[in-house]
T-cell receptor
């Protein structure tokens, strides 16, 4: 079935560092979304992207909808301790969600603080 | 404004027992979804609904049933629980097919 490849699976951050993660697919997506999940809670939307090439910021977060429509990345600048959590990419395409626009999720990138 | 509310938060079942998970949203959203989250697997769609009285299968529907008798509620049923259904279950809703999902805080289910 359809898959989103999200990388890296996990990473350690030190306060102040910039962080980058991405998602790729073998097929074209119409929508890319980035969510963050804190322990014991549901995912919360960070950024939504709807057009190829679109670059959108939300505070220290920046995400881009790849020009080929097969990838997206999320950057976090000047990381702080509360950035830890699991970040998920999600997308919809006619191949997967059809006309209903159902989302398929990546497996997540777990952000932890360097000891 | 509560958003998406899931009950219960935790549940332990024995193999073969049945239960129903309730999802309620107060945002007048048309679309509602049930996902399961397993370690290293991300979120996988079980069933969804595009409006009151409608349901459809997602990626992993086997062993589950759903009902959407009222627009604000979406029920997920397990008729005969199996250990493979041990997971965290998330309900989500959205107003349109291409608008972002709003998630509840999850139900942690353990089947022994």
């Amino acid at each position: 079935g359809q898959q989103l490849n999200q990388s890296p699976q996990s990473m350690f951050i030190q306060e102040g560092e910039d962080v980058s993660m991405n998602c790729t697919s073998s097929s074209i997506f119409n929508t890319w979304l980035w969510y963050k999940q804190d322990p014991g809670e549901g995912p919360v939307l960070l950024i939504a992207l709807y057009k190829a090439g679109e670059l959108t910021s939300n505070g220290r977060l920046t995400a881009q909808f790849g020009i080929t429509r097969k990838d997206s990345f999320l950057n976090i600048s000047a990381s702080i301790p509360s950035d830890v959590g699991i970040y998920f990419c999600a997308g919809s395409s006619l191949n997967y969600g059809g006309s209903q626009g159902n989302l398929i999720f990546g497996k997540g990138t777990k952000l932890s603080v360097k000891p | 404004n509560a958003g998406v509310t899931q009950t219960p938060k935790f549940r332990v079942l024995k193999t073969g027992q049945s239960m129903t998970l309730l999802c309620a949203q107060d945002m007048n959203h048309e679309y509602m979804y049930w996902y399961r989250q397993d370690p290293g697997m991300g979120l996988r769609l079980i069933h969804y609904s595009v409006g009151e009285g409608t349901t459809a299968k997602g990626e992993v529907p086997d062993g589950y049933n759903v009902s959407r008798l009222k627009k604000q509620n979406f029920l997920l049923g397990l008729e005969s629980a199996a250990p493979s259904q041990t997971s965290v279950y998330f309900c989500a809703s959205r107003i349109l097919y291409n608008s972002p999902l709003h998630f509840g805080n999850g139900t942690r289910l353990t089947v022994t």
